[in-house]
């Protein structure tokens, strides 16, 4: 009763033999295993060198089409050996010439989206200078707005002034001149010189006239106020001058 006991808790006499059975079924499996990524590997390998062997004869036939379009081979001798070429190709397996295809297609597609890139880049570089060249011109046109805008508040202020010293400027060949007013309104009273009136004469007279001998007219009268203003200075027989000369020039007298 007892020695039935301890057999039944001894280890089979089997389990050494099933654990090296395990083992051997492992062993098989990892060099099943192996062997397939070894063949694998190889077909991959041969794939790519006929795909390149593939695209050689292609490279070749493309060689001798330029040949042939430039003259440097002749049409009969070409055409047999693109045909020969050709028959060479279809030789190959078709999974070589799709593989070849689709390495073409997508060397196509690198090539163009290439391009695209290129010509977005230099659209991009001519956008980015028009606009800085955009930018450059606002900012000098603000600038020189900026400069306008100081410049003529300096002239409004300058006038303000004047007026309050009741001055104003008289101007003629790049020279300014600072004129009394109340002695220039005096000496037109004494004078009996409306100058409202006479400028209008003037302007009709201009008109009348033509523009030919008006031209005349302003060239004389321009040679006697240099004169004239060179030896006696501003006088105000000169700025009566003047007055008349801006009507025969510029169409309007600029002063009253």
């Given amino acids: 009763m007892s020695t039935n006991f301890f057999e039944k808790c001894s280890p089979s006499k089997n389990s050494k033999p099933q654990t090296y059975l395990l083992k051997d079924i492992m062993k098989k499996i990892k060099a099943l295993v192996l062997f397939l990524t070894v063949v694998t590997l190889i077909s991959c390998t041969s794939l790519d060198e006929k795909v390149k062997e593939y695209r050689g004869i292609s490279e070749e036939i493309a060689t001798i089409y330029d040949e042939i379009s430039s003259g440097i081979k002749s049409k009969d001798v070409g055409v047999t050996q693109i045909t020969e070429l050709k028959l060479k190709l279809d030789s190959f397996d078709p999974e070589v010439s799709n593989k070849y295809m ?79 007013q109340k002695d220039w309104d005096d000496w037109k009273i004494s004078q009996n010189y409306n100058s409202a009136e006479d400028l209008k004469k003037t302007e009709q007279m201009v008109r009348a006239m033509g523009h030919q001998k008006a031209q005349g007219l302003a060239n004389s009268m321009y040679r006697t106020l240099s004169n004239g203003i060179a030896r006696e200075g501003i006088t105000f027989k000169a700025i009566q001058g003047i007055q008349v000369y801006n009507v025969i020039t510029q169409g309007n007298s600029q002063f009253n």
Avoid: P
């Fill in 102 to 180: 689709k390495e073409e297609e997508i060397k196509l597609e690198i090539e163009r989206e290439s391009i695209r890139l290129q010509e977005k880049s230099r659209l991009d570089s001519i956008q980015k200078a028009k606009t800085a060249h955009e930018e450059a011109l606002k900012a000098k046109e603000e600038v020189a707005e900026m400069i306008r805008l100081e410049e003529e508040a300096d002239r409004i202020a300058y006038m303000e002034e004047l007026k309050e010293k009741g001055v104003f400027l008289v101007e003629f060949d790049g020279e300014t001149y600072e004129i009394n």
